[in-house]
């Protein structure tokens, strides 16, 4: 009998602790350890070699350090005192700063992916790590939220390169026993499950649980015995994997699944946010608890449950957007919708630019969009580019006025910050410097570190980079059985004293990885300039499906092993978090050069900055925001992206090389130290690093979204829903009444020039044809007038019912002091008044202007 099949009874042998030591397991079940220098000293200090060998996971070390080494550490004083620091430092990070009572806030956070740490591996690339560095800003900031996401059990692929330089993926299977991961389990001691019904039959779904410092999370696995059918067992296996079928499964299992396992582990959360669309089936699993448990009709359902939805997009293309074929969102929702006594085309007309289109596919994003009150992008310019493409939605509105803001991203300093550096700001900034996120004046202080000492500081960390560079170097070429001549090379490759350029990052075509490359013969003498030489590390890994940008490593590949740039361009295999922070770390220039407005936000280079690594990009996403205090470079303008930019960034790149970067890299100053180069790195420290960290971003999520989510919830679940049934009414009855709402008449406009101070009065008469005055609201756009005609700079007034002249006919007037001068213009608007702040503004059409 194969052993897969014999029934086999499951045991955990936990290692027997030394009393002296006896709380190292709780401190290798919570992942506080990825961001907590003294509890990560703890375990490299117990042994080394096996920290390493056990890809820095303290479940496996812990699994399998002799007694012996237990016993030893147990009996030595300074090992004790490290391990006193650590639990002191766990006390302190786990106590929680909120009062008993305080708030019954929490936020439930859906996400695919989450990059907490490299021995995780359920991320695969910025959206993940961005996840996993929200979960910790929260835990540092004692935001009280609870995570949800999927543990697969291959994770993303693992990339090596065959002879020929193309990505080959293999997949790794991921022992959940041997992870900081917990059975989340009742109080018989049994691992709790939910279940989703397919219609294939029920899918029973295991919680597991992450602690990630203060915030608690829970994971979803298919992979039980409880499934009978493989398909279902493997729903739960690879991230990013598998057809739409596939996916519209594990969407499934994320947003109906997430949204009971957090009911089965008995919380409650006030606040519901959708990071990306893949867990907006969320929306409809709150729908059917509304309309099964309160009462409530669809309609009201939907306005019960988006007060406190919150969705963030990232995606600033189309192409990237989830869509379901109606067939196939048909094939798995027809029961579910029967069931819930959901009226199939209501629901997918949430999920539809054209509602009343039958045939159009299911958007995630729409379903997102139109299931929440709060959307946001993640940069200013995502949010001009997410207000461009989700325009459609509100067509009536003009584009600037798409009621989606925006949060910039931000990185987790604790994680991403170089040990070397932490200890220069231990010495030079404040001693709570750590806890200062946000101390602006305080940051300033880095200007009292000495040049000489921040550069040595630099120069160690590239080192370093280099010896693990060229480790992992040989390791692969190793692996393929390379040629001795290639052995040779991959233990030779880079130079410690050449100024080193990154780049590593999704091999997407749109982040352009092969634009530095365009004119070989110019790079290269760039690169081989005896006297000042240059090199390029690059990393990144492209979707298996995704074969052009499998070419794009391919050529990187075959440069690299050009005679005269084999010491100068390295490829490195399998990009993963342990690479990013090694490289973040370790270069002196951080290259990023996507086709403008198609990079939402971008990280790495936040992560770079922080290092004191200068930036070389695109003026796209966050470098948009922060290039004039970044002490970085600018490749071409504020200016959308065309074809012809290729040759023109290419150009502007090999220039920059030529004229700033590289002269000033290598000016001899103070003793051979290029004294300019350190002021730069400094500048992108002090300014960025406050900046862009993600207890900054968190916070904003909390000041921005959570807490008016949580208090717009508070007021409807306190009124006993009534106001959602009070809205699905008015909203009925508005939609029906709206074609009859006229402008009759408007005041007179200003016969001649207005004297700056004065004020111009603004006037509309409007037919109500049945609605009460307060049920619309009349607004005055007003702003200068373009040279196409349209307004710009432009603000927006509130005209007040002053009167209603009959039982039909609202006055609504109010005199505005224009705040410019010069060639200026107005225009009113009516729309139905359903909302206190425009930004919560429901996907509508229903708003008509004023003839001119």
Known sequence: MPFNIIPVREFVVRPALPPQLSRMTELAWNI?????????????????????????NPVVMLGRVSQNALERAALDPRYIAQYQLACQRFDAQMRSMRTEG???????????????????????????????????????????LVGVGLLYQLGYFRQYLNADGWQQERYLENDFYSLPVQPANDENGKQRTVTVQLPTGPVVIRIWRIDVGRVRMLFLDTNTPENPRPEDRGITSQLYGGDNDTRIRQEIVLGIGGMRALEAVGLTPTVFHM?????????????????????????????????NNVFTTHTPVPAGIDLFDPGLVYHYFSQFCRDAKIDFDSFMALGRRNASDKGEPLSMAILALNASAYRNAVSRLHREVSQEMWHSLWPTLPVWETPITSI??????????????????????????????????????IRDIPNEELLEMHRRRKRRLIAFIRDRQTASAFRRKAAATELR???????????????????ATYKRATLLFRDVDRLKKILCDRERPVQIIIAGKAHPKDQPGKAFIREIVQLSRDPDLWKHIVF?????????????????????NPRRGEEACGTSGMKASMN???????????FDEAYEMSGGWAIGDREPYSEDQDAIHASNIYYLLEREI????????????????????????????????????????????????HDNWTEMRGGGFAEARQRAEWNRRVREIWPQVNFIEMGPAPAGPVMSGKPVSVRANIRLAGLGPQDIRVECVIGRIGTSGGLEETEVVVLPNKAVMDSDIAVYEREIVPAQTGRLGYAVRVSPNHYDDPLTRPVTSLLKWSPA
């Open 612 to 622: 004191g690594v200068l930036n070389l990009s695109i003026l796209d996403g966050w």
């Open 32 to 56: 506080l350890w990825s961001w907590e220098p003294s509890i990560r000293t703890l375990f490299r200090r117990l042994d080394p070699v096996l920290w390493k060998e056990s890809g820095y």
């Open 662 to 709: 590289v002269p000033l890299f290598y000016a001899q100053s103070e003793g051979g130290l290029s004294s300019d180069w350190a002021k730069r790195m400094k500048e992108s420290m002090m300014n960025l690093t406050p900046r862009f960290d993600a207890r900054r971003m968190v916070h904003e999520y909390d000041q921005e979204l959570y807490s008016p989510a």
């Open 408 to 445: 910039t991203n931000g990185v987790h300093m604790p994680s991403w910050l170089n040990g070397d550096l932490a200890d220069l700001y231990d010495q030079y900034l404040e001693p709570d410097w750590r806890s200062r996120w946000d101390d602006l004046e305080m940051w300033k202080q």
């Open 275 to 307: 990071n990306e669309g893949h867990s907006a089936f969320l929306a409809l699993e709150r729908i059917r608890l509304f309309i099964e448990r309160q009462g409530l009709t669809f309609e009201e359902a939907v306005e019960a449950t988006r007060v």
């Open 489 to 507: 090379y991959s233990a030779e490759v880079l130079d410690p004293h050449a100024l080193t350029i990154g780049f590593a990052r999704r091999f």
């Open 572 to 592: 490195v295999e399998d990009y993963d978090m342990k690479v990013a922070r090694e490289l973040v770390q370790g270069v002196d220039l951080w290259l990023n």
């Open 102 to 144: 305080q708030s019954d806030k929490l936020i439930a956070y859906f996400s695919a992916e989450y990059g907490l740490t490299e021995c995780l591996p359920v991320y695969s690339g910025g959206l993940g790590v961005l996840s996993g560095d929200h979960m910790k800003s929260s835990s540092d900031l004692d935001i009280p």
